[in-house]
Nanobody, 116 residues
Framework: QVQLVESGGGLVEPGGSLRLSCAAS????????MSWVRQAPGKGLELVSE????????NYASSVKGRFPISRDNAKNTVSLQMNSPKLEDTAVYYC???WGLGDSRGQGTQVTVSS
């Protein structure tokens, strides 16, 4: 059974930093690309970033490129999103997803609120 558990969300000021983590289980993590997607209030799901199994390929939405690096630790079955200099418009529920794009399984999400 696929399980994805996000953590690390919360309230952050614009220009601050926050690190999101996702613990994965129930599938062969080290062979699987992973993604972070988000859903802002009143909007649909949006791909934030994705990473291949070997961490050699990382893709980013233009809105977060250069600010939110994605990384993974295949020994620990975790994938992380470092949120640097967040903006008000980054406020959303962030989901860890299995696979490319919006993925075929997602966790329960973690709320990130950017506010001063």
């Amino acid at each position: 059974q696929v399980q994805l558990v996000e953590s690390g969300g919360g309230l952050v000021e614009p220009g601050g930093s926050l690190r999101l983590s996702c613990a994965a289980s129930g599938f062969t993590f080290h062979n699987t690309p992973m993604s972070w997607v988000r859903q802002a209030p009143g909007k649909g799901l949006e791909l934030v970033s994705e990473i291949n199994s070997g961490s050699s390929i990382g893709n980013y939405a233009s809105s977060v490129k250069g600010r939110f690096p994605i990384s993974r630790d295949n020994a620990k079955n975790t994938v992380s999103l470092q949120m640097n200099s967040p903006k008000l418009e980054d406020t959303a529920v962030y989901y860890c997803a299995r696979g490319w794009g919006l993925g075929d399984s997602r966790g329960q999400g973690t709320q990130v609120t950017v506010s001063s």
